[in-house]
Protein backbone atom coordinates (compact mmCIF):
# COMPACT_ATOMS: atom_id res chain seq x y z
CA UNK A 1 0.00 0.00 0.00
CA UNK A 2 2.37 2.15 0.61
CA UNK A 3 4.37 1.60 -2.58
CA UNK A 4 1.44 1.95 -4.49
CA UNK A 5 1.04 5.75 -2.50
CA UNK A 6 4.37 6.62 -3.51
CA UNK A 7 3.78 5.48 -7.05
CA UNK A 8 0.73 8.12 -7.29
CA UNK A 9 2.74 10.78 -5.68
CA UNK A 10 5.79 10.27 -7.99
CA UNK A 11 3.47 10.05 -11.25
CA UNK A 12 1.36 13.53 -10.15
CA UNK A 13 5.05 15.27 -9.16
CA UNK A 14 6.50 13.56 -12.60
CA UNK A 15 5.86 16.71 -14.64
CA UNK A 16 7.16 18.72 -11.42
CA UNK A 17 10.26 16.89 -11.13
CA UNK A 18 11.37 16.27 -14.56
CA UNK A 19 12.30 20.42 -16.71
CA UNK A 20 10.42 20.39 -19.59
CA UNK A 21 12.49 19.39 -23.09
CA UNK A 22 11.35 20.68 -26.48
CA UNK A 23 11.77 17.23 -28.83
CA UNK A 24 12.82 19.86 -31.56
CA UNK A 25 14.75 22.08 -29.54
CA UNK A 26 18.14 20.83 -31.12
CA UNK A 27 17.01 21.87 -34.36
CA UNK A 28 16.21 25.48 -33.73
CA UNK A 29 18.48 27.76 -33.88
CA UNK A 30 19.85 29.20 -30.33
CA UNK A 31 18.99 32.83 -29.52
CA UNK A 32 21.48 35.44 -30.14
CA UNK A 33 23.63 36.17 -26.18
CA UNK A 34 23.44 40.08 -27.09
CA UNK A 35 20.00 42.30 -27.12
CA UNK A 36 19.57 43.94 -30.20
CA UNK A 37 20.45 47.37 -30.32
CA UNK A 38 17.19 49.65 -29.51
CA UNK A 39 16.95 53.01 -30.73
CA UNK A 40 17.55 56.13 -28.14
CA UNK A 41 14.74 57.87 -27.65
CA UNK A 42 15.35 61.59 -27.82
CA UNK A 43 15.60 63.58 -24.15
CA UNK A 44 13.02 66.16 -23.35
CA UNK A 45 14.52 69.22 -23.84
CA UNK A 46 13.92 72.39 -20.85
CA UNK A 47 12.35 74.45 -23.67
CA UNK A 48 9.25 71.83 -24.41
CA UNK A 49 6.67 72.55 -21.98
CA UNK A 50 4.85 69.61 -20.09
CA UNK A 51 1.85 68.69 -22.47
CA UNK A 52 -1.66 69.76 -21.37
CA UNK A 53 -4.32 67.46 -19.95
CA UNK A 54 -7.72 67.92 -21.68
CA UNK A 55 -10.65 69.27 -19.20
CA UNK A 56 -9.55 70.27 -15.62
CA UNK A 57 -6.30 72.25 -14.82
CA UNK A 58 -6.16 70.10 -11.38
CA UNK A 59 -4.55 67.17 -13.08
CA UNK A 60 -7.57 64.60 -13.54
CA UNK A 61 -8.20 63.50 -16.70
CA UNK A 62 -11.87 63.51 -18.35
CA UNK A 63 -12.88 60.28 -19.58
CA UNK A 64 -14.13 60.21 -23.15
CA UNK A 65 -18.01 59.29 -23.68
CA UNK A 66 -19.04 56.05 -23.19
CA UNK A 67 -15.92 54.68 -21.47
CA UNK A 68 -16.11 54.44 -17.33
CA UNK A 69 -14.00 53.95 -14.84
CA UNK A 70 -13.10 50.28 -14.19
CA UNK A 71 -13.60 51.09 -10.21
CA UNK A 72 -15.97 53.80 -9.22
CA UNK A 73 -16.32 54.41 -5.40
CA UNK A 74 -14.67 53.29 -2.47
CA UNK A 75 -11.74 51.70 -3.73
CA UNK A 76 -11.26 49.50 -0.42
CA UNK A 77 -14.40 47.66 -1.53
CA UNK A 78 -14.83 44.29 -3.31
CA UNK A 79 -16.13 43.79 -7.18
CA UNK A 80 -18.25 41.69 -7.90
CA UNK A 81 -15.30 39.44 -9.96
CA UNK A 82 -13.45 39.58 -6.82
CA UNK A 83 -16.81 38.55 -4.67
CA UNK A 84 -17.46 35.56 -6.80
CA UNK A 85 -14.43 34.64 -6.76
CA UNK A 86 -14.18 34.36 -2.75
CA UNK A 87 -17.60 32.87 -2.74
CA UNK A 88 -16.25 29.73 -4.93
CA UNK A 89 -12.89 29.66 -2.78
CA UNK A 90 -15.03 29.36 0.47
CA UNK A 91 -17.38 26.59 -1.18
CA UNK A 92 -14.42 24.43 -2.07
CA UNK A 93 -13.02 25.13 1.23
CA UNK A 94 -16.27 23.94 2.78
CA UNK A 95 -16.43 20.71 0.40
CA UNK A 96 -12.49 20.33 1.20
CA UNK A 97 -13.27 19.96 5.08
CA UNK A 98 -16.53 17.93 4.67
CA UNK A 99 -14.70 15.51 2.20
CA UNK A 100 -12.33 15.12 5.04
CA UNK A 101 -14.60 14.76 7.79
CA UNK A 102 -16.21 12.24 5.90
CA UNK A 103 -13.21 9.91 5.23
CA UNK A 104 -12.51 10.14 8.51
CA UNK A 105 -15.98 9.05 9.60
CA UNK A 106 -16.10 5.87 7.19
CA UNK A 107 -12.46 4.79 7.66
CA UNK A 108 -13.62 4.54 11.86
CA UNK A 109 -16.77 2.29 10.40
CA UNK A 110 -14.57 0.32 8.78
CA UNK A 111 -12.13 -0.36 11.69
CA UNK A 112 -14.95 -0.90 14.08
CA UNK A 113 -16.34 -3.45 11.47
CA UNK A 114 -13.11 -5.23 10.94
CA UNK A 115 -12.28 -5.32 15.01
CA UNK A 116 -15.84 -7.46 15.19
CA UNK A 117 -15.10 -9.67 12.44
CA UNK A 118 -11.90 -9.95 14.53
CA UNK A 119 -14.05 -11.26 17.59
CA UNK A 120 -16.34 -13.18 15.78
CA UNK A 121 -13.50 -15.21 13.88
CA UNK A 122 -11.82 -15.44 17.47
CA UNK A 123 -15.01 -16.87 18.84
CA UNK A 124 -16.05 -19.38 16.24
CA UNK A 125 -12.28 -20.68 16.16
CA UNK A 126 -12.10 -21.25 19.68
CA UNK A 127 -15.52 -22.86 19.42
CA UNK A 128 -14.30 -24.94 17.30
CA UNK A 129 -11.19 -25.71 18.45
CA UNK A 130 -13.20 -27.40 22.06
Do not use: C, I, W
Amino acid sequence: MALRSLAMALLLLFPFLVPAVHPFSHLSPSPSPFPSPRRALPSPTAADPPPQLPGNNDGHREHPPGVVESRSGNPDRLNLGEKVGLAFLAVAAALQVALGAFLVFKKSQLGKLERRERRMAEKLYSAASL
